[in-house]
C-alpha cells in the first residue's frame, strides 16, 4: 500500500513537471504592509506600512528571477490592520482566476503580518486550488537596517515554485518557516521572529532557495472546502468580544442592537463567559445571533461541552481556532447555514 502511494505520487508529481529548462511561472499579488513600508530614516522605527508598489519589491530581489518567471500587481496597499472582508473576496477571487484560468503555478501575496494569519484562513477555505498560494511580509521597512522583506519574498517564490508545497492549502513563508493557514499565530509585536506555528509547530521551512515540508495539514481547505465567495460580494456581520474580569456586557449588547449575524467570544480560559456577558450571549443566541465561544489564550482548544454547556444554549466551540480565525469560519459558514449543529460540525472539519 505504502509502495503503490509512493508510486502513485512519483507518476503525479512526474506528471505535472514542467518541461525541462522550463521555469514556473509565478503571479506576485502586493497589497502593502511594512515589506511596502517606508520608515522616515534606515534606523527608525516609525514607518508607515504600504508605500512603495510592486516594482520596487521585484526590483529588491532580482535573484527570484533565477527561481521562477515572475510578474506581479498590486491589489491594494495598505497596512493590513485595514483589511476587510472586501479586498477578502476581491483577492479570493483574483487568485483562484490566476490560477484556473491565467496558467499560472502559483501565487505570491505580499501583506502585512498584523492581520496575515486572517487572511490566509479565509483564502485557504475559498481558493479552489492544489497549486501554491504563499503569503510573505516582512517586520522591518523596506528600507531599514537588514530589512527583512527581500529574504521572506526569496523565500515565498521558492515556495510557490515548489511541487513540495502543492495542496498544502494556503501557507505563511515568514523568517525561513512555512506555517499553515489554520494554526499559524503572530506571537510577537516587533521580533522579526514572530509567527509560530502553534502546537503542531511549522509545516516546513525553506533553505537555500528549496522548499522541505515536515507534515501536512490534516483540516480540510482549498479545494475540498464546501465554501465559494465566487457568487458572494459581502459576508455575513461577525464580531468579536474579548472577555475579561468583571467584564461589561455593554460590548456584546452593542453587536446584537448592531444587527450582527454572529459574535465570537474571545473568552477567559476555555472560552468561559463573565456572567453578565453569559446572560446577554444566552439571549442573543435565542435571537438567531449565533455565539461562537473561543478562548483568549493563545495556545489549547476551546472544547465543546465542558465548562459551559453548549448543546444547551446552542453555543458553538471553536475547538483549535483563534477568535480571529473562528469569525472567519463563523461568516463563511453563515453563507451556507445557520443551524449550530451544522456550523459546529464545520469547525470540527475545517
Ligand atoms: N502594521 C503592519 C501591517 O500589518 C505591520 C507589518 O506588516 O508587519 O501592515
Given at each position: 500500500?505504502?509502495?503503490?502511494?509512493?508510486?502513485?505520487?512519483?507518476?503525479?508529481?512526474?506528471?505535472?513537471?514542467?518541461?525541462?529548462?522550463?521555469?514556473?511561472?509565478?503571479?506576485?499579488?502586493?497589497?502593502?504592509?511594512?515589506?511596502?513600508?517606508?520608515?522616515?530614516?534606515?534606523?527608525?522605527?516609525?514607518?508607515?506600512?504600504?508605500?512603495?508598489?510592486?516594482?520596487?519589491?521585484?526590483?529588491?530581489?532580482?535573484?527570484?528571477?533565477?527561481?521562477?518567471?515572475?510578474?506581479?500587481?498590486?491589489?491594494?496597499?495598505?497596512?493590513?490592520?485595514?483589511?476587510?472582508?472586501?479586498?477578502?473576496?476581491?483577492?479570493?477571487?483574483?487568485?483562484?482566476?490566476?490560477?484556473?484560468?491565467?496558467?499560472?503555478?502559483?501565487?505570491?501575496?505580499?501583506?502585512?503580518?498584523?492581520?496575515?494569519?486572517?487572511?490566509?484562513?479565509?483564502?485557504?477555505?475559498?481558493?479552489?486550488?492544489?497549486?501554491?498560494?504563499?503569503?510573505?511580509?516582512?517586520?522591518?521597512?523596506?528600507?531599514?537596517?537588514?530589512?527583512?522583506?527581500?529574504?521572506?519574498?526569496?523565500?515565498?517564490?521558492?515556495?510557490?515554485?515548489?511541487?513540495?508545497?502543492?495542496?498544502?492549502?494556503?501557507?505563511?513563508?515568514?523568517?525561513?518557516?512555512?506555517?499553515?493557514?489554520k494554526t499559524?499565530i503572530?506571537t510577537?509585536?516587533?521580533?522579526?521572529?514572530?509567527?509560530e506555528g502553534g502546537p503542531s509547530g511549522?509545516?516546513?521551512?525553506?533553505?537555500?532557495?528549496?522548499?522541505?515540508?515536515?507534515?501536512?495539514?490534516?483540516?480540510?481547505?482549498?479545494?475540498?472546502?464546501?465554501?465559494?465567495?465566487?457568487?458572494?460580494?459581502?459576508?455575513?456581520?461577525?464580531?468579536?468580544?474579548?472577555g475579561?474580569?468583571?467584564?461589561?456586557?455593554?460590548?456584546?449588547?452593542?453587536?446584537?442592537?448592531?444587527?450582527?449575524?454572529?459574535?465570537?467570544l474571545a473568552g477567559v480560559g476555555d472560552g468561559n463567559?463573565?456572567?453578565?456577558?453569559?446572560?446577554?450571549?444566552?439571549?442573543?443566541?435565542?435571537?438567531?445571533?449565533?455565539?461562537?465561544r473561543s478562548s483568549r489564550c493563545p495556545t489549547g482548544p476551546t472544547c465543546l461541552?465542558s465548562e459551559v454547556?453548549?448543546?444547551?444554549?446552542?453555543?458553538?466551540a471553536s475547538l483549535d481556532l483563534n477568535p480571529?480565525k473562528a469569525?472567519?469560519?463563523?461568516?463563511?459558514?453563515?453563507?451556507?447555514?445557520?443551524?449550530?449543529?451544522?456550523?459546529?460540525?464545520?469547525f470540527?472539519?475545517?
Open positions: 500500500m505504502r509502495t503503490l502511494k509512493h508510486f502513485m505520487a512519483l507518476a503525479l508529481a512526474l506528471a505535472m513537471a514542467l518541461p525541462i529548462g522550463a521555469k514556473p511561472k509565478i503571479r506576485i499579488i502586493a497589497t502593502g504592509g511594512t515589506i511596502a513600508g517606508v520608515s522616515v530614516t534606515s534606523a527608525s522605527t516609525a514607518y508607515t506600512a504600504g508605500q512603495v508598489g510592486i516594482q520596487t519589491l521585484l526590483d529588491a530581489v532580482p535573484q527570484i528571477l533565477n527561481l521562477a518567471d515572475v510578474d506581479g500587481e498590486q491589489l491594494v496597499n495598505i497596512g493590513s490592520q485595514d483589511m476587510n472582508d472586501e479586498v477578502w473576496i476581491k483577492l479570493a477571487k483574483r487568485i483562484n482566476e490566476i490560477l484556473n484560468d491565467e496558467g499560472y503555478d502559483g501565487v505570491v501575496v505580499t501583506h502585512g503580518t498584523d492581520t496575515m494569519e486572517e487572511t490566509a484562513y479565509f483564502l485557504n477555505l475559498t481558493v479552489k486550488s492544489e497549486k501554491p498560494v504563499i503569503l510573505a511580509g516582512s517586520m522591518r521597512p523596506s528600507n531599514a537596517i537588514s530589512a527583512d522583506g527581500p529574504a521572506n519574498l526569496y523565500n515565498a517564490v521558492a515556495a510557490a515554485s515548489s511541487p513540495a508545497c502543492r495542496g498544502m492549502g494556503v501557507l505563511c513563508c515568514m523568517n525561513n518557516q512555512l506555517l499553515d493557514a499559524v503572530k510577537h509585536t516587533i521580533d522579526c521572529d514572530t509567527f511549522i509545516i516546513g521551512y525553506i533553505y537555500n532557495g528549496e522548499a522541505h515540508m515536515l507534515q501536512t495539514p490534516n483540516n480540510k481547505h482549498t479545494v475540498n472546502s464546501v465554501f465559494d465567495v465566487s457568487k458572494i460580494s459581502r459576508l455575513p456581520k461577525v464580531g468579536i468580544v474579548y475579561y474580569a468583571n467584564a461589561s456586557p455593554i460590548p456584546m449588547q452593542a453587536l446584537v442592537a448592531a444587527g450582527f449575524d454572529g459574535i465570537v463567559f463573565y456572567k453578565d456577558v453569559f446572560d446577554v450571549a444566552v439571549k442573543a443566541q435565542e435571537s438567531g445571533v449565533q455565539i461562537v461541552n454547556e453548549d448543546s444547551k444554549y446552542h453555543f458553538v480571529q469569525r472567519i469560519l463563523l461568516m463563511l459558514a453563515l453563507t451556507k447555514t445557520h443551524d449550530w449543529q451544522e456550523i459546529q460540525q464545520l470540527k472539519e475545517y
